[in-house]
């Protein structure tokens, strides 16, 4: 009998090896291509968040990789131009993420060209709880304004944090973001993201680029 669960206890741990690996293998076989949409999306929603801002255009130019901090510290961003249909900087959209309630929330900022005000917000991928947390991702309109609203025309100062309150921000309150009911660590994490993400290193780095200009793509093999 001792015998039987010994066999048995090794058959489920060869199953689950087996499964494991086969796992692991379909989701490196996926990354090009799930890292291919995040960039598709990422482009699509370029003229949402920079008013002004042309998809055709922008899409031709390189994004400006920046790296802050240090050690263990150290973060890279990638941030896209927002040109318009003459090719003029309109402003920038800034892939960001971190920690979220659930798991990890990824972030597209939009800004101005100088990076001092926040213009727009898009959630590229998040996994916070269901009907609550996920709440997040609700943009709603002028009549319903969702949490999103929130960061679009607000003039939200990108060199001063965010903070967040479960009360509706009075008028002169301008960097206060009210949170999601029932999800104020989810509403919490977005902004702790995009105060990190929108750090005084990563703005001067920028306005440096948008002096030197942007870089062309590489021409696409045929």
Not at 81 to 96: E, F, N, Y
Not at 157 to 174: F, G, I, R, W
Request: charged letters at 25%; proline letters at 5%; one cysteine or more.
């Amino acid at each position: 009998m001792k015998i039987k669960y010994i066999s048995q206890a090794w058959l489920v741990l060869v199953l689950a090896l087996s499964f494991g690996g086969a796992l692991a293998g379909v989701d490196v076989w996926l990354q090009p291509r799930i890292a291919a949409n995040k960039l598709a999306a990422t482009i699509d929603e370029i003229p949402t968040l920079v008013p002004l801002a042309d998809k055709a255009v922008s899409e031709r130019y390189l994004p400006v990789e920046v790296t802050v901090g240090e050690g263990k510290l150290k973060t890279t961003y990638e941030a896209f131009w927002a040109l318009d249909k003459d090719s003029k900087p309109r402003g920038w959209v800034i892939k960001a993420s971190g920690a979220g309630f659930a798991d990890k929330i990824e972030l597209l900022i939009g800004v101005d060209p100088k990076c001092e005000v926040i213009t727009g917000l898009s959630i590229l991928n998040q996994k916070e709880t269901p009907g609550v947390g996920n709440k997040i991702e609700d943009l709603g309109d002028q009549k319903k304004p969702g949490f999103l609203w929130q960061f679009y025309n607000y003039g939200h100062h990108a060199d001063q944090p965010l903070t967040v309150t479960t009360a509706s921000p009075k008028m002169n309150e301008y960097n206060k973001i009210k949170a999601v009911t029932g999800a104020t660590i989810s509403s919490r994490s977005v902004c702790n993201i995009i105060n990190e993400a929108l750090s005084k290193q990563l703005r001067t780095a920028l306005t440096k680029a948008l002096a030197d200009g942007p870089t062309s793509r590489p021409a696409k093999k045929e």
